[in-house]
């Protein structure tokens, strides 16, 4: 896909630069030649001889080296690119284009350019939402300057909100979207719509809270070797139940049968069946929050057999009949003293999303409802990314496709919000 293409590559001075490492190696194995310019900043964060390794160029780094100039003076840099990408861009590169600043050999390359140039901002979610910086986005992006990103997420200090640099395979796809003619400034900023507010908390705002995660598929028994079951993989509850860890939560995630790793700093209790998720949900009980993230199955076989059944030759197949399960949710949601104090639910629809989800949170008497499409081809069962919307009591938000990561540390941060309000 990018063979022979030449890519410039200006790193400035953020934590994110270490991401350059990966965006570098995944740009070489499509057969980009990467060329690297570096601020005095980003040499804070990584350093010239991994980005030369990586790349198998020279690093540049001083505008006033001798020996640099009279080899591939700081124009040619820009001249022999096909695209410049600004990776991570902070707030004061981007102030600087804006600007029309040539105060070091990055700044001058981007002024000097005629080419286009892809900016993948990283910074703290309030440097990133400041009027300036929006201001200054606002200019570039009028001037044809492509973003991707910044994705929202939560970032050090206890904020939440957009600023971390897109992912390196994120930073390609803009790439390779230009290079085949499908990228314009005006359609491609992958920043949410409108900037959600940053979100301050104290340092870890659970300490002290108790959470329960329910998590996986049950499986319900036919005979010793049979059951019946669904495609959850535990994704979404795990990566909740280590989110409010996190955020220094006691949490007991309750996991049906899956084969993702065990979060770290989670107790973790193991089940096939609803019966014993219940149960051990029980167990956990008193808790500030419980999120029931699993997909239990609503039925299980009325009388499930200890031996295996047998196929008789010319014998019609047995007929299962069909009993409820416990609703682990509304249980929950009605446990008198014992209530956890935010319940929240899921909701997996197939169609009318969050219609559904919105009845749902009424009938099964939980707080919020986190509602997402697992219509076929949705790609949620066992995916890695989800689209939600958040059901409360106050209305419907619509949260934009990310990570099931990136889902559990925005819930994460609410259920913080709410619990420390
Ligand atoms: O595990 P992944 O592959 O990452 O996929 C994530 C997911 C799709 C499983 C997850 O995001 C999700 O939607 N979980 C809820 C699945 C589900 O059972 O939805 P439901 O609409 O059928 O149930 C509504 C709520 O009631 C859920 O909170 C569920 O946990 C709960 N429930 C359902 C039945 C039952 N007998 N007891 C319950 O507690």
């Known amino acids: 896909m990018l063979t022979g293409k030449r890519i410039l590559l200006i790193v400035s001075g953020g934590i994110a630069a270490f991401k350059c490492h990966d965006l570098i190696r995944r740009l070489r194995e499509r057969g980009a030649a990467v060329r690297c310019v570096m601020t ?20 540049y780094a001083d505008m006033f080296s001798l020996t640099d100039e009279s080899e591939m003076g700081h124009i040619e840099l820009s001249r022999e690119a096909d695209l410049l990408v600004v990776a991570p861009a902070t707030a004061d590169i981007l102030a600087k284009m804006a600007a029309g600043l040539a105060d070091d050999l990055a700044s001058t390359v981007l002024l000097a350019t005629d080419k286009t140039v892809l900016a993948a901002p990283a910074m703290n979610v309030r440097m990133w939402l400041h009027a300036a910086t929006q201001a200054n986005a606002a200019t570039l992006r009028g001037r044809g300057v492509l973003f991707v990103g910044p994705n929202e997420g939560a970032m050090a200090c206890n904020e939440y909100g957009p600023g971390r640099m897109a992912e390196p395979l994120e930073i390609v796809a803009a790439i390779e979207s ?91 209790v193991r089940v096939d069946s609803a019966d014993q998720m219940l149960e051990a949900c029980q167990v956990a009980l008193p808790v500030d929050v419980a999120v029931c993230a699993a997909a239990v199955a609503d039925w299980k076989v009325a009388r499930a057999v200890n031996a295996k059944l047998k196929k008789a030759p010319g014998a019609a197949p047995p007929v299962l009949e069909l009993v409820p399960n416990p609703d682990i949710l509304a249980t929950l949601s009605a446990a008198g003293i014992n209530r956890p104090r935010l319940v ?78």
């Open 178 to 268: 230009w290079f085949m003619g499908k990228l314009a400034a005006p359609d491609f900023h992958m920043a949410l719509p409108q900037p959600p507010e940053a979100i301050i908390l104290p340092h870890r705002p659970l300490l002290g809270r108790r959470a329960l995660v329910t998590s996986g598929p049950t499986r319900e028994a036919i005979d010793p070797v049979r059951y019946i079951s669904n495609h959850s993989s535990g994704r979404q509850g795990h990566a909740i139940a280590a989110a409010l860890a996190t955020l220094g939560a006691d949490v007991t995630l309750v996991a049906g049968p899956v084969s993702q790793a065990d979060p770290v700093g989670v107790r973790v």
């Open 40 to 59: 005095e900043a980003a040499a804070k964060f990584v350093t010239p001889l991994s980005l030369q390794a990586l790349s198998e160029d020279r690093v």
């Open 344 to 421: 929240v639910g899921f909701a997996a629809e197939t169609e009318d999303v969050v219609s559904n989800a919105v009845a749902k949170r009424t009938r099964k008497g939980c707080d919020w409802i986190v509602a997402n499409d697992v219509s076929a081809g949705s790609g949620t069962f066992g995916g890695t990314d989800n689209t939600v919307h958040l059901v409360t009591a106050e209305g419907v938000e619509d949260w934009p496709k990310q990570s099931k990561d990136a889902v559990a540390a925005r819930l994460a941060v609410r259920i913080a919000q709410h619990l420390v309000a």
